[in-house]
Nanobody, 121 residues
Framework: QVQLEESGGGLVQPGGSLRLSCVVS????????MDWYRQPPGKERELVAR???????NYADSVKGRFTISRDNAKNTVYLQMNSLKPEDTSIYYC???????????????WGQGTQVTVSS
């Protein structure tokens, strides 16, 4: 089994910062992609930031220059540092990974439960 545990969400004022963490545990042979998605109220889930196993990163245009994704492969953890937060960043943030549990397995996708981020004065 694989589990993803997110933390770090909360309420913050506009212009503030938060750091999200997602720890992956269980049967892990190798992790390829680690992502953060978000789903604002009444909207579809969207990719916020992605980091590949080699360290290459991608960001949604709306967060470029404000958010930074990073990963600690030794700890099977992915982070999302969010600075200069705006009210429109308010959403549930989901951690997603694509990993192989055992050497002969295919890669599969796993999701966390989500953590609420609210940006409001």
């Amino acid at each position: 089994q694989v589990q993803l545990e997110e933390s770090g969400g909360g309420l913050v004022q506009p212009g503030g910062s938060l750091r999200l963490s997602c720890v992956v545990s269980g049967n892990i042979f190798s992790i390829d992609v680690m992502d953060w998605y978000r789903q604002p109220p009444g909207k579809e889930r969207e990719l916020v930031a992605r980091i590949f196993s080699g360290g290459t990163t991608n960001y949604a245009d709306s967060v470029k220059g404000r958010f930074t994704i990073s990963r600690d492969n030794a700890k099977n953890t992915v982070y999302l540092q969010m600075n200069s937060l705006k009210p429109e960043d308010t959403s549930i943030y989901y951690c997603h990974v694509r990993l192989r549990a055992f050497p002969r397995n295919n890669y599969n996708d796993y999701w966390g439960q989500g953590t609420q981020v609210t940006v409001s004065s």
